[in-house]
């Protein structure tokens, strides 16, 4: 008996270990959350954002999104934080950030992918920023996207993210 319950311990543990390791490496993907904001219709809505995320996740990637400070004022009529959209998103806390008012959210959000080695969801093409971040502006890690059919499509790379 003492053995089986050694065994079934190991088994455990070894399954915990995988799943994590699993986890830790899913590849970021870098949401600039503002931009999504105006990828559906004519409306301003969440709802490409919590699409992108949805195919993200799908894809294998760990999703983490980005809004410039003025964004909760035109999604609810007031300032949002981080946390605030990323219970709006069904996201962890740590997965949405806000920047601060006067910043402009493109320099975080390359410097992001830069530390990470993260690809970015965006329609930008982050002209303003090439030279200070030409890796992360390159073709291949700026993800483009849009709706085909009132479903997402995002030009994500074909390379394997685990």
């Known amino acids: 008996m003492v ?3 050694f065994f079934a311990f190991l088994v455990g543990l070894l399954v915990f270990l995988l799943r994590r390791r699993g986890r830790q490496a899913a590849r970021l ?3 600039d959350g503002s931009n999504l ?3 559906k219709g004519e409306a301003l809505s969440l709802e490409p954002v919590i699409d992108a995320i949805e195919a993200l996740e799908t894809a294998g ?3 983490c999104v980005v809004f410039d400070a003025n964004a909760g004022y035109l999604v609810a009529g007031r300032y949002l ?3 605030s959209f990323a219970k709006r998103l ?8 806000v920047v601060h008012k006067g910043e402009p959210a493109d320099p975080h959000i390359l410097k992001l992918a830069r530390d990470s080695g993260g690809i ?5 093409r982050f002209r303003d920023w090439e030279q200070e971040f030409a ?3 390159a073709a291949g890690r700026v993800v483009r996207g849009g709706y085909r059919r009132d479903k997402i499509w995002l030009d994500l790379p074909k390379e394997k993210v685990f």
């Open 3 to 5: 053995e089986f319950l």
């Open 29 to 31: 993907a870098i949401i």
């Open 37 to 39: 904001l105006y990828w």
């Open 61 to 63: 990637y760990r999703p």
């Open 81 to 83: 934080n981080g946390p």
């Open 90 to 97: 069904g996201l962890r806390s740590a997965q949405s950030h």
């Open 120 to 124: 970015v969801i965006s329609r930008d």
């Open 135 to 137: 890796q992360e502006t």
